[in-house]
């Protein structure tokens, strides 16, 4: 009967803790003009700049320390995905569903400009690289980012792809597929007819 007394307390408590945080959310989510679904949760001291073209899906968890700065196309983020603590989403950035971040990234379609040598690079502004032939930048369904990592520009990175910690991508990357470095490279891809991992390239 003990054990059961215990089990059931422990039970309201969880329940109560998520009510307590979807409703927190659901606050933050409003103050900052952001568009969200059901289950969202916002962590402390997340900064939103232009949250009206910010949209989060049903159970995103944004952790604690996230910065996201919407550009005109916005940020989307896919139902079930995880921002991890202290990310930067910046520009026209569109995350799929499920998607899984460490600390410590910076996810941003812009870059600052830097042709003028007499004009410091703060004064400069920003621009949208088009290395990739893209108006935005993607990270598709399913896919995880490690920790540390720069994706910077027009990238889109495919589903169910693995983003080692420290690497800088800024060209697009094949649905599952594990990169790593600075610039990141293919080490791995997932071959469908033997239904496992191997070394190297598609």
């Not at 307390?9 to 803790?17: F, I």
């Not at 700049?49 to 005109?72: I, S």
């Not at 993607?138 to 994706?151: E, F, K, L, Q, V």
């Amino acid at each position: 009967m003990r054990i059961y007394m215990k089990l059931m307390r422990r039970c309201s408590q969880m329940e109560l803790k998520k009510i307590i945080k979807d409703a927190l959310g659901l606050v933050r989510c409003r103050l900052a003009c952001v568009k969200s679904g059901k289950g969202v949760y916002i962590g402390s001291c997340v900064h939103f700049v232009n949250g009206k073209n910010v949209t989060l899906a049903d159970d995103v968890q944004v952790r604690p320390g996230c910065d996201l700065f919407a550009g005109w196309q916005g940020v989307t983020i896919g139902a079930r995905s995880d921002i991890g603590e202290r990310n930067r989403i910046a520009g026209d950035v569109v995350i799929g569903e499920a998607v899984l971040f460490g600390p410590d990234n910076y996810i941003c379609s812009e870059d600052h400009c830097f042709s003028d040598v007499r004009i410091p690079v703060l004064d400069q502004g920003s621009f949208s690289p088009k290395k990739n032939g893209h108006s935005d930048l993607r990270i598709g369904d399913g896919s995880w980012i490690g920790c540390h990592c720069a994706i910077v520009g027009d990238v889109h990175i495919g589903r169910h792809c693995i983003v080692g910690a420290n690497s800088v991508v800024t060209h697009d990357i094949p649905s599952y597929c594990v990169v790593v470095g600075a610039p990141a490279r293919i080490v791995r891809h997932f071959d469908f007819g033997i239904g496992e991992w191997v070394r190297g390239e598609q």
